[in-house]
């Protein structure tokens, strides 16, 4: 099992660029597979991008070309890079995990979230 930890987040101008981290802890970091996801004010929580075990990646059409997703297995981290921020960026992330197989008997993990705050 792992418990997962997000950083990185505040308050830009358009255009403006953050990193986001998720760091993990656990013996289990490398099974899993890694996303993030963002709830914004007064709407449901949205996929955002994510990143298998073997590297592959998948983007919500809004933030593709402007995000970035990396894993860092031997660190147990997440990274994701945000470029040319958008006000319709503003949302709180979070940071998540699921086992690549139930069978191992693990079970997915939420972080807490960062607060990602986009405006003049």
């Known amino acids: 099992q792992v418990r997962l930890v997000e950083s990185g987040g505040g308050s830009v101008q358009p255009g403006g660029s953050l990193t986001l981290s998720c760091a993990g802890s656990g013996s289990s970091f490398t099974v899993y597979i890694m996303a993030w996801y963002r709830q914004a004010p007064g709407n449901q929580r949205e996929f955002v991008a994510t990143i298998t075990t073997r590297g592959v990646t998948t983007f919500l059409d809004s933030v593709k070309g402007r995000f970035t997703i990396s894993r860092d297995n031997d660190k147990k981290s997440v990274i994701q890079q945000i470029n040319n921020l958008k006000p319709e960026d503003t949302a709180k992330y979070y940071c998540?995990?699921?086992?690549?197989?139930?069978?191992?008997?693990?079970?997915?993990?939420w972080g807490r979230g960062a607060e990602v705050s986009v405006s003049s």
């Open positions: 998540r995990g699921e086992p690549c197989d139930y069978d191992l008997g693990l079970y997915g993990a």
